[in-house]
């Protein structure tokens, strides 16, 4: 009896904790959106009436493109974790399936460098790529350098 008592206490502050970490992340995770928008707004020397325009596809876009991310991530697991297990046939699934995903992000890069044009001068379309990943250095050396764990790379 004791033992189920103490495994039951054991799980009850398992998920207390898990929740701690979960609701932590958010906070976390809404700073760093309020620094990549600065970031990149300033890089990309947005008007008023261009960030009016540039933010909600920008958004749109990177809700789109973090759902391929996380399903690539998802497979990428699920395969790595299987992979020495798995068939030649299971295997050269997973690499198809990879490719696929692979491919639906950049359709989906495609689709909304068109969109943001329409949004913002095509120089600033280029130097938004360039502006994204100096902020993602600029982020993990911050991280570095205070100590802080790793986002995860969903989190970009």
Known sequence: MKIKA???????????SAQTNKDQKGPIREKIKAQRIAFITERLNL???ES?????VYNQFSGELEEVKKQQNQ???????????MSDKEIDKALEDELSAQQKSID?????IVEL?????????AMLYKAERDFKITLLKRMRDSG????????F
């Open 75 to 85: 497979l990428r697991k699920s395969t790595n974790d299987k992979l020495a297990v």
């Open 148 to 155: 802080q764990k790793a986002i995860p790379e969903e989190e």
């Open 47 to 49: 008007s008023p009436d």
């Open 108 to 112: 989906l890069q495609r689709k909304y």
């Open 117 to 125: 044009k329409k949004t913002i001068p095509t120089r600033k379309v």
């Open 52 to 56: 009016t325009k540039f933010w909600p």
């Open 6 to 16: 103490i495994i039951i206490l054991f799980l009850f502050i398992q998920g207390i």
